[in-house]
């Protein structure tokens, strides 16, 4: 939807500019740590940061989000008096630059300058994987690296989708060229956002920064003499065509995935040979199912083939011959499954059509001989296309089987004979509670499902049972009765594995791509490695763990899950950007392992580098890069280290080490989820590696959060739902984009930025602008003196409490929280106390809000906050300024009676509006608008209702809980005193149960925690006002009728309409050129010259002085209304109503008299006034 106009946003931009270039000149966020005798020594020090980003490109609203959460608790932090630091470095390791480069290379090579590429493009379709796992909230969906490419098939395509032209992508074939342009417009972006960054600390990585490259092969040389980094063979994701394994930074496609192990089983082939396997005679022929379930292996019936499938038979190592698909054997050759690595000896191509019915001897079965049958939903990309069948705990095999032992013409079409299929039943091999001992066959029948077809269903089927099975389920086999599954698969395997009856396979959980195009496979490497898999260090993190704060306990147990799998890691790769192994300089060290504590360089990188982001202009004390020995680390780094022997000045080392000192360890860490696998538990481990003995400088707090949703979809370039960070604030200001983003969500959750809020929130903030500046424009005229008015000091109490509440949600960094107690609710409590005032509002309470509302909010929006600051007549920036004073504590029962008073308003309405329009529908009659009402307050409910809150009490204490309706409703009938009101029990028990849920035990109370009558009799007035009622009366339900004590209880007051007899008079005003108008206004019986002006100010709203205002009526009332009036004397032919004038009304004739004082006597002057307004 097109905007009407943007000159909001354009005023709010240009605060947020005027705001940036105050901090800048003012170098507000600018940190040094305080010298240790000066003042600020024992201040408190909050250090945050944020994993670098990469400069392959634009940051967009995912990065921003994630760094928002950095950026609102370092703002709050400051808030608590503390010195906060926020540094922010630029990551540049790893393969994806230099293969941008390259591939720019070869796209100008082989398509030209500027490169015209072929029309179509392959549109790759993605299987789906709906196998059920383990789900995890804090995982991560998918690679970010897939999103970002949205479908772009060429490099060249991908840059001019970050809106640059031919001749600037061109200057992108040198890799040096991207060190230099995206970390200028990353830095530009994020200072637009106002970012609370000390800009000196920023790097870039790799040995284009020589300083940071000496730091990171300090790192190295301490881990290896810790014996923290190995060598040898080890699993890991590999890409054969660029040579090197394929770490997560280096993928286009299945980041986050890692090797999966499976259990390769092999089913031998029976001789003799059937014929389309002859020319393998003399060999041993096996087909090979990856599972990883081997203990189910007892239960086999049959081995699936996919029918429509090329399978391949190829040699192994030790000659024997195994059948699988191309791809799996692609994978087993880089395995050691095959003579030579990386290469597969092809012997035979057969169709799946083509292996059917072929008999197996399977290992563990209790079938002599297995048969081949079709099943068609195997997949080619997992496992290795042969399936073994469980069909006693696997629902797809079960459905499968039975179709085919139902439907003999599907078994013709497979050319399979009877004996083949109708012999093989169901093995029991496990009992799982709740599902018995053939748990496919229950759940199958549970669900009744029909065929192998009901895909939808047997999905169902198989997340009922297969977790379950396994982690609940009990052996029934022979030598395992009794013992739980997860405990005898691990035994199970190995003992398959000595005898020969299968071996170790591993191949990638899902589909990976390098950033070449391979798609990678699991590979036996020779590769430097960190050993997270070693036990001591492994319980060092654990611990380190147990004692950081994750703010999530979904974030806590992917940590937990991910220590438990997690052991090697190859830190080492051939190609690609960054520093050199020290020791072994033909690798790189890789990019997830050179960013594990370079938030310790932040400490030194100013003193390091300068004003340059790779250390080329030299610091303010000329260190040169290769006076950065490994000594000169150690003293900066450990306490206990000698001072090295150096030029270093020593100044310059005593305050590098001195800043490491202050600003150690890491406060805050804040990440997207999809990093807790990989980059923030190697962030624990190297911290706890490099600091063994010094526990202070391990990481404090870690906060992960989940992706970015943009108008509820997946944000991505190629259906145009995507938003830079420039464009977000170019469209919403910096301050509508991170209100918006604190508005998101807090959880680990996927969290949305909807467009259409994003705008409502830049009004907000400009509607709360606006509306401080009225309040500044009309300070004088408010009212001063004594708080003590009943609404000044609900209004006192209820800003404390959101100041409290809202410091709650900061400290425990849930900001959309925040923002809803302290700004959504917090100008709620605002326009309340406008509303209870009656506008006279008292100007310290307005300046105290003002004041914390501007603070509360600065963490999040700090630009518009800043200029609020300063146009209250702040000197100083809001950036030094503390969290709001409560002063008070918070009288919790003032702000039970304001939502009383609140509540019973509300209701009072929909009273009145039930009232005007009585009966239903045709038989529905209009009533005049109520004059007065009548409130009836009791201070104790009706008996039987006393009765059933007390019964109600009393069972709840005696168990904890409400017992069902039943059980209550037994309970109630036993009870004399409810005999007549049996109709109404139980629904009353329903609504005492509902606010139950909202007030706790409060709802079972007799009377009401404070005295009703005396809130509403002092809010008389306001709510005569809001019910625009000429008089309101308050009583005690014991002064009323039977149905009055019936209807009204405690918190529920009950209220009685009445209309008064009235006559509609006209009010003309005889003042030419004013732009007061006619009005027809009722007038009552009693009615004084004072109650009519205060009415007709109430319809005349351009009137707010009462005193202004003068009525006159015509000396003849009959024939004065008629004529002309005469402009030069206005006021001929009237006479001034006295200011002690009563009123009285014949309704019959519909005119109305006055006396004056004592008199009786009384002056018809007929339904025609005459009102003058006066300046």
Same mark, same amino acid.
């Given at each position: 939807?097109?905007?009407?106009?943007?000159?909001?946003?354009?005023?709010?931009?240009?605060?947020?500019?005027?705001?940036?270039?105050?901090?800048?000149?003012?170098?507000?966020?600018?940190?040094?740590?305080?010298?240790?005798?000066?003042?600020?020594?024992?201040?408190?020090?909050?250090?945050?940061?944020?994993?670098?980003?990469?400069?392959?490109?634009?940051?967009?609203?995912?990065?921003?989000?994630?760094?928002?959460?950095?950026?609102?608790?370092?703002?709050?932090?400051?808030?608590?008096?503390?010195?906060?630091?926020?540094?922010?470095?630029?990551?540049?390791?790893?393969?994806?630059?230099?293969?941008?480069?390259?591939?720019?290379?070869?796209?100008?090579?082989?398509?030209?300058?500027?490169?015209?590429?072929?029309?179509?493009?392959?549109?790759?379709?993605?299987?789906?994987?709906?196998?059920?796992?383990?789900?995890?909230?804090?995982?991560?969906?998918?690679?970010?690296?897939?999103?970002?490419?949205?479908?772009?098939?060429?490099?060249?395509?991908?840059?001019?989708?970050?809106?640059?032209?031919?001749?600037?992508?061109?200057?992108?074939?040198?890799?040096?060229?991207?060190?230099?342009?995206?970390?200028?417009?990353?830095?530009?972006?994020?200072?637009?956002?106002?970012?609370?960054?000390?800009?000196?600390?920023?790097?870039?990585?790799?040995?284009?920064?020589?300083?940071?490259?000496?730091?990171?092969?300090?790192?190295?040389?301490?881990?290896?003499?810790?014996?923290?980094?190995?060598?040898?063979?080890?699993?890991?994701?590999?890409?054969?065509?660029?040579?090197?394994?394929?770490?997560?930074?280096?993928?286009?496609?299945?980041?986050?995935?890692?090797?999966?192990?499976?259990?390769?089983?092999?089913?031998?082939?029976?001789?003799?040979?059937?014929?389309?396997?002859?020319?393998?005679?003399?060999?041993?022929?096996?087909?090979?199912?990856?599972?990883?379930?081997?203990?189910?292996?007892?239960?086999?019936?049959?081995?699936?083939?996919?029918?429509?499938?090329?399978?391949?038979?190829?040699?192994?190592?030790?000659?024997?011959?195994?059948?699988?698909?191309?791809?799996?054997?692609?994978?087993?050759?880089?395995?050691?499954?095959?003579?030579?690595?990386?290469?597969?000896?092809?012997?035979?191509?057969?169709?799946?059509?083509?292996?059917?019915?072929?008999?197996?001897?399977?290992?563990?079965?209790?079938?002599?001989?297995?048969?081949?049958?079709?099943?068609?939903?195997?997949?080619?990309?997992?496992?290795?296309?042969?399936?073994?069948?469980?069909?006693?705990?696997?629902?797809?095999?079960?459905?499968?089987?039975?179709?085919?032992?139902?439907?003999?013409?599907?078994?013709?079409?497979?050319?399979?004979?009877?004996?083949?299929?109708?012999?093989?039943?169901?093995?029991?091999?496990?009992?799982?509670?709740?599902?018995?001992?053939?748990?496919?066959?229950?759940?199958?029948?549970?669900?009744?499902?029909?065929?192998?077809?009901?895909?939808?269903?047997?999905?169902?089927?198989?997340?009922?049972?297969?977790?379950?099975?396994?982690?609940?389920?009990?052996?029934?086999?022979?030598?395992?009765?009794?013992?739980?599954?997860?405990?005898?698969?691990?035994?199970?395997?190995?003992?398959?594995?000595?005898?020969?009856?299968?071996?170790?396979?591993?191949?990638?959980?899902?589909?990976?791509?390098?950033?070449?195009?391979?798609?990678?496979?699991?590979?036996?490497?020779?590769?430097?490695?960190?050993?997270?898999?070693?036990?001591?260090?492994?319980?060092?993190?654990?611990?380190?763990?147990?004692?950081?704060?994750?703010?999530?306990?979904?974030?806590?147990?992917?940590?937990?899950?991910?220590?438990?799998?997690?052991?090697?890691?190859?830190?080492?790769?051939?190609?690609?950007?960054?520093?050199?192994?020290?020791?072994?300089?033909?690798?790189?060290?890789?990019?997830?392992?050179?960013?594990?504590?370079?938030?310790?360089?932040?400490?030194?990188?100013?003193?390091?580098?300068?004003?340059?982001?790779?250390?080329?202009?030299?610091?303010?004390?000329?260190?040169?890069?290769?006076?950065?020995?490994?000594?000169?680390?150690?003293?900066?780094?450990?306490?206990?280290?000698?001072?090295?022997?150096?030029?270093?000045?020593?100044?310059?080392?005593?305050?590098?080490?001195?800043?490491?000192?202050?600003?150690?360890?890491?406060?805050?860490?804040?990440?997207?989820?999809?990093?807790?696998?990989?980059?923030?538990?190697?962030?624990?481990?190297?911290?706890?590696?490099?600091?063994?003995?010094?526990?202070?400088?391990?990481?404090?707090?870690?906060?992960?959060?989940?992706?970015?949703?943009?108008?509820?979809?997946?944000?991505?370039?190629?259906?145009?739902?995507?938003?830079?960070?420039?464009?977000?604030?170019?469209?919403?200001?910096?301050?509508?984009?991170?209100?918006?983003?604190?508005?998101?969500?807090?959880?680990?959750?996927?969290?949305?930025?909807?467009?259409?809020?994003?705008?409502?929130?830049?009004?907000?903030?400009?509607?709360?602008?606006?509306?401080?500046?009225?309040?500044?424009?009309?300070?004088?005229?408010?009212?001063?003196?004594?708080?003590?008015?009943?609404?000044?000091?609900?209004?006192?109490?209820?800003?404390?409490?959101?100041?409290?509440?809202?410091?709650?949600?900061?400290?425990?960094?849930?900001?959309?929280?925040?923002?809803?107690?302290?700004?959504?609710?917090?100008?709620?409590?605002?326009?309340?106390?406008?509303?209870?005032?009656?506008?006279?509002?008292?100007?310290?309470?307005?300046?105290?809000?003002?004041?914390?509302?501007?603070?509360?909010?600065?963490?999040?929006?700090?630009?518009?906050?800043?200029?609020?600051?300063?146009?209250?007549?702040?000197?100083?920036?809001?950036?030094?300024?503390?969290?709001?004073?409560?002063?008070?504590?918070?009288?919790?029962?003032?702000?039970?009676?304001?939502?009383?008073?609140?509540?019973?308003?509300?209701?009072?309405?929909?009273?009145?509006?039930?009232?005007?329009?009585?009966?239903?529908?045709?038989?529905?009659?209009?009533?005049?608008?109520?004059?007065?009402?009548? &409130?009836?307050?009791?201070?104790?409910?009706? %008996?039987?209702? #006393? @009765? /059933?809150?007390? =019964?109600? !009490?009393?069972?709840?204490?005696?168990?904890?809980?409400?017992?069902?309706?039943?059980?209550?409703?037994?309970?109630?009938?036993?009870?004399?005193?409810?005999?007549?009101?049996?109709?109404?029990?139980?629904?009353?028990?329903?609504?005492?149960?509902?606010?139950?849920?909202?007030?706790?035990?409060?709802?079972?109370?007799?009377?009401?925690?404070?005295?009703?009558?005396?809130?509403?009799?002092?809010?008389?007035?306001?709510?005569?006002?809001?019910?625009?009622?000429?008089?309101?009366?308050?009583?005690?339900?014991?002064?009323?009728?039977?149905?009055?004590?019936?209807?009204?209880?405690?918190?529920?007051?009950?209220?009685?309409?009445?209309?008064?007899?009235?006559?509609?008079?006209?009010?003309?005003?005889?003042?030419?050129?004013?732009?007061?108008?006619?009005? &027809?206004?009722?007038?009552?019986?009693?009615? %004084?010259?004072? #109650? @009519? /002006?205060?009415? =007709?100010? !109430?319809?005349?709203?351009?009137?707010?002085?009462?005193?202004?205002?003068?009525?006159?009526?015509?000396?003849?009332?009959?024939?004065?209304?008629?004529?002309?009036?005469?402009?030069?004397?206005?006021?001929?032919?009237?006479?001034?109503?006295?200011?002690?004038?009563?009123?009285?009304?014949?309704?019959?004739?519909?005119?109305?008299?006055?006396?004056?004082?004592?008199?009786?006597?009384?002056?018809?002057?007929?339904?025609?006034?005459?009102?003058?307004?006066?300046?």
């Amino acid at each position: 939807m097109e905007r009407k106009g943007t000159a909001k946003l354009q005023h709010l931009l240009e605060i947020e500019k005027q705001s940036q270039k105050r901090w800048q000149d003012e170098k507000v966020f600018e940190i040094d740590a305080p010298q240790p005798d000066s003042p600020g020594a024992k201040q408190e020090k909050y250090m945050v940061t944020f994993p670098y980003p990469y400069m392959n490109g634009r940051l967009h609203l995912g990065h921003t989000f994630s760094l928002s959460k950095c950026e609102f608790a370092l703002g709050f932090e400051r808030l608590q008096g503390k010195k906060c630091l926020f540094p922010f470095g630029l990551h540049c390791t790893g393969m994806p630059i230099k293969a941008g480069a390259d591939k720019l290379c070869y796209e100008m090579e082989t398509f030209g300058y500027p490169p015209v590429f072929p029309l179509s493009q392959e549109n790759e379709k993605q299987v789906e994987d709906n196998e059920p796992i383990i789900k995890d909230k804090a995982k991560g969906k998918k690679s970010k690296a897939a999103a970002k490419s949205a479908g772009l098939k060429y490099q060249w395509q991908i840059m001019k989708s970050l809106g640059l032209t031919d001749p600037e992508i061109k200057l992108f074939a040198d890799p040096a060229h991207w060190l230099t342009y995206f970390p200028k417009w990353t830095v530009h972006d994020l200072k637009l956002m106002g970012l609370k960054v000390d800009w000196r600390r920023t790097f870039i990585t790799t040995d284009a920064n020589p300083f940071y490259d000496s730091f990171v092969r300090w790192q190295f040389y301490r881990l290896k003499e810790r014996e923290k980094i190995k060598f040898g063979k080890r699993f890991t994701i590999y890409s054969p065509k660029d040579g090197q394994p394929c770490m997560d930074h280096d993928r286009s496609e299945g980041e986050g995935v890692g090797p999966q192990e499976y259990t390769l089983i092999k089913m031998k082939v029976v001789e003799p040979m059937p014929a389309v396997l002859k020319s393998l005679e003399g060999s041993a022929v096996y087909l090979v199912a990856a599972t990883l379930r081997p203990e189910t292996m007892f239960g086999q019936t049959n081995c699936w083939v996919q029918p429509n499938i090329r399978y391949v038979a190829f040699r192994t190592v030790n000659s024997d011959v195994f059948i699988c698909t191309r791809r799996a054997a692609r994978n087993m050759s880089y395995q050691g499954f095959t003579t030579n690595n990386g290469k597969v000896d092809v012997i035979l191509e057969i169709s799946g059509m083509d292996l059917m019915g072929i008999g197996l001897n399977a290992p563990l079965t209790a079938y002599q001989t297995i048969y081949t049958l079709p099943m068609i939903n195997i997949k080619e990309n997992k496992g290795t296309g042969i399936v073994t069948s469980v069909p006693s705990d696997a629902p797809d095999d079960y459905a499968a089987l039975r179709d085919l032992k139902n439907k003999k013409a599907f078994r013709e079409k497979y050319h399979l004979s009877d004996d083949m299929v109708l012999p093989y039943d169901p093995v029991k091999i496990i009992e799982i509670p709740g599902y018995g001992d053939l748990s496919a066959v229950q759940v199958c029948d549970e669900l009744n499902i029909q065929s192998q077809n009901d895909k939808d269903k047997l999905q169902e089927a198989k997340e009922r049972v297969y977790m379950k099975g396994f982690y609940e389920g009990v052996m029934l086999v022979k030598g395992y009765e009794g013992q739980k599954v997860q405990d005898v698969k691990p035994i199970i395997k190995n003992l398959m594995i000595e005898n020969k009856q299968a071996v170790k396979y591993l191949e990638p959980e899902k589909s990976v791509i390098s950033r070449s195009g391979d798609e990678c496979v699991v590979a036996l490497c020779d590769q430097w490695y960190l050993d997270y898999g070693e036990e001591e260090w492994k319980k060092q993190t654990k611990q380190c763990l147990d004692e950081l704060n994750t703010y999530s306990e979904d974030v806590r147990k992917n940590f937990e899950a991910t220590l438990d799998w997690l052991h090697e890691h190859a830190c080492s790769r051939s190609y690609g950007l960054g520093t050199k192994i020290p020791w072994d300089p033909q690798y790189l060290v890789e990019s997830l392992s050179d960013s594990t504590i370079y938030m310790a360089y932040y400490s030194v990188a100013h003193i390091l580098q300068g004003d340059s982001f790779d250390g080329s202009t030299g610091g303010p004390h000329n260190i040169r890069p290769d006076q950065m020995t490994p000594e000169v680390w150690d003293y900066i780094f450990y306490k206990d280290k000698p001072l090295p022997k150096t030029s270093i000045p020593r100044p310059a080392l005593h305050k590098m080490k001195h800043e490491f000192e202050y600003w150690y360890p890491v406060d805050l860490r804040v990440s997207g989820k999809d990093l807790v696998p990989n980059h923030l538990t190697y962030f624990i481990y190297n911290h706890v590696a490099i600091w063994p003995n010094d526990r202070k400088k391990w990481p404090q707090n870690i906060r992960a959060n989940g992706h970015m949703l943009l108008n509820s979809q997946k944000m991505s370039k190629s259906t145009g739902n995507f938003l830079t960070l420039h464009e977000a604030i170019s469209k919403f200001s910096a301050d509508g984009m991170r209100f918006s983003l604190a508005d998101a969500g807090d959880s680990v959750e996927d969290a949305n930025f909807v467009e259409e809020m994003a705008d409502a929130g830049l009004l907000r903030l400009y509607a709360f602008l606006e509306w401080v500046k009225e309040m500044l424009t009309a300070k004088d005229s408010m009212r001063t003196g004594s708080v003590t008015a009943w609404h000044d000091r609900v209004f006192e109490s209820e800003i404390n409490s959101g100041i409290i509440e809202t410091q709650k949600h900061y400290q425990n960094m849930m900001f959309k929280e925040a923002l809803k107690t302290g700004l959504y609710e917090f100008q709620a409590i605002r326009d309340k106390y406008r509303e209870f005032s009656l506008g006279d509002m008292h100007r310290d309470l307005v300046f105290k809000f003002i004041d914390s509302q501007t603070l509360m909010l600065s963490p999040i929006c700090p630009h518009l906050c800043e200029h609020i600051w300063s146009l209250l007549g702040k000197k100083e920036s809001i950036m030094h300024a503390r969290w709001p004073d409560v002063c008070e504590d918070v009288d919790h029962s003032l702000i039970q009676q304001s939502q009383y008073l609140e509540g019973v308003t509300h209701d009072f309405r929909i009273r009145m509006k039930a009232y005007m329009q009585q009966g239903k529908g045709k038989k529905a009659v209009g009533q005049d608008k109520p004059t007065e009402a009548y &409130v009836w307050v009791a201070v104790t409910y009706p %008996t039987w209702q #006393s @009765v /059933i809150l007390t =019964l109600l !009490k009393e069972l709840y204490l005696k168990s904890g809980d409400f017992p069902e309706n039943k059980a209550i409703a037994a309970e109630l009938k036993k009870k004399d005193e409810l005999k007549k009101y049996m109709k109404k029990a139980m629904p009353f028990v329903q609504a005492v149960k509902e606010k139950f849920t909202t007030d706790g035990m409060k709802a079972l109370n007799l009377t009401s925690d404070f005295n009703e009558q005396q809130v509403l009799q002092t809010n008389r007035v306001y709510l005569a006002s809001s019910l625009d009622l000429e008089a309101i009366h308050i009583k005690m339900s014991t002064e009323g009728d039977d149905k009055i004590k019936e209807e009204c209880c405690p918190g529920k007051p009950f209220i009685v309409y009445s209309t008064k007899a009235n006559v509609q008079v006209t009010f003309i005003n005889n003042q030419p050129c004013n732009g007061h108008f006619e009005l &027809v206004v009722p007038v009552y019986q009693g009615d %004084t010259t004072s #109650s @009519v /002006i205060k009415r =007709l100010v !109430k319809f005349n709203k351009n009137v707010s002085d009462l005193g202004s205002l003068t009525l006159m009526h015509y000396d003849d009332p009959i024939l004065g209304p008629r004529k002309i009036p005469n402009f030069a004397e206005p006021n001929q032919g009237k006479t001034l109503v006295p200011s002690d004038a009563t009123f009285s009304i014949n309704q019959k004739d519909q005119v109305i008299s006055i006396s004056v004082g004592k008199s009786n006597q009384n002056l018809t002057i007929g339904n025609q006034l005459v009102y003058s307004v006066h300046s």
